[in-house]
Nanobody, 124 residues
């Protein structure tokens, strides 16, 4: 069974940068899409970004486009989410998820495996 572990969260100052990691074990993600979701305090979980197996497709939520970069390293079975110029609306628990296939309709499909999340706090 696939297990996902997020890391890299913590306290960051507004305007700072942050890189989150999502490490998979138990199976290869070479043919899986990987997505990042965020749940802010008191809000529903929302999609942030998705990357297809061959990195040919990278989708971003409108709210983060231009400030976030998703990437993956299949040799390490790991995906990343790079935040640049963090804003006050960025905090929350960030989850990664994976499913077989690409990023088509990534906000509407069911994701097979989820990590436990890593928390990001933005504060000066």
């Amino acid at each position: 069974q696939t297990q996902l572990v997020e890391s890299g969260g913590g306290l960051v100052q507004p305007g700072g940068s942050l890189r989150l990691s999502c490490a998979a074990s138990g199976s290869s993600l070479d043919y899986n899409a990987i997505a990042w979701f965020r749940q802010a305090p008191g809000k529903e979980r929302e999609g942030v970004s998705c990357i297809s197996p061959g990195e040919t497709q990278k989708n971003y939520a409108d709210s983060v486009r231009g400030r976030v970069t998703i990437s993956r390293d299949n040799a390490k079975n790991t995906a990343y989410l790079q935040w640049n110029s963090l804003k006050v609306e960025a905090p929350g628990v960030y989850y990664c998820a994976t499913r077989f296939g690409g990023c088509r309709n990534w906000l509407g499909v069911e994701w097979t495996y989820w990590g436990q999340g890593t928390q990001v706090v933005v504060s000066s």
